[in-house]
């Protein structure tokens, strides 16, 4: 009987995992080996590590946990999870071996579903991104669209005027109002509300939109409003309160306390899955701390 399982070798799951590791609970981290940012080829906005190679942060993080006895890390997937009746966890992994723990902390990551325009997940991650606060600083000063509707999509294009001067709302074929295109002016910002065809360059870079008229339009990078759903079926499994946000966020999130306390007793959630704020790899972390931290102390409570 493990004291924790975490679901989840992301930034959430592997700081859950070295808080619970340092508070000395024995603990198995399940690691798929899928971080929702491992596309982007740098870390942005983390303290200490902005900058640095997105995958050698988390051979790092990984290597971390090994200089503590009381955790083990196990390659591959969590296929199943039961609350049992006792009130333990038991979960099936992809080798068909069981575990068994008396809590358990979900952070398996996200699903980032991105407008199904071509040539957008070629450059997922570089010129086309989510977060300006992530990717902002990368691409300042370039001229730049912001592909979204709605409030959404004026409120982002506001929000990237402290990173370029250049920048165009692209609605795909959705109508703006006189009082959001009035607001756009006074922020200096064009748009165009044709239909797209598709995002173009060379290899991953992105030189050009293409609408579905035959134009061009010559952007170097694109913020896109992507909505994340949960990529693993197991909050919903162990009974879990999973619910989308307010479509700014557009986030199907698991719903937690202060201390990333699910609603079921003994589950926790941390990282993407169960964010309440834009999701970025500082927030992962502090989340997976608290998560882990929430953990330790009921379990030490023999609750």
Known sequence: MKECIVIGGGAAGLSAGLTLARARRTTLVVDAGRPSNLAASTIGGLLGHDGRPTAEYYAAARAALDAYPSIELFDGEARQAVREDGGTYAVTLADGRLEHARTVVLAPGMDYRIPPVAGLAERWGGDVFHCPFCHGWENRDRPTAVLATGAVGVHGALNLRGYTDDITLLTN??????????RLS????????????????????LEVVRFTDGADLAVTAILVKAFLHQRSPLARDLGATVAMSDENLGVEAIK????????????????????????????AVASGYLAGASAAVQISAGR
């Open 173 to 182: 074929g959705a109508a703006l109002d006189g009082a959001q295109k009035d």
């Open 186 to 205: 006074a922020g200096g910002i064009k748009w165009d509300e044709r239909l797209l065809a598709a995002a173009d360059g060379t290899g991953t870079s």
């Open 256 to 283: 937690v306390d202060a201390m990333f306390r699910t609603d079921v007793p003994g589950l926790f959630a941390a990282g993407d899955a169960a964010t309440a704020v834009p999701p970025s790899m500082a927030a």
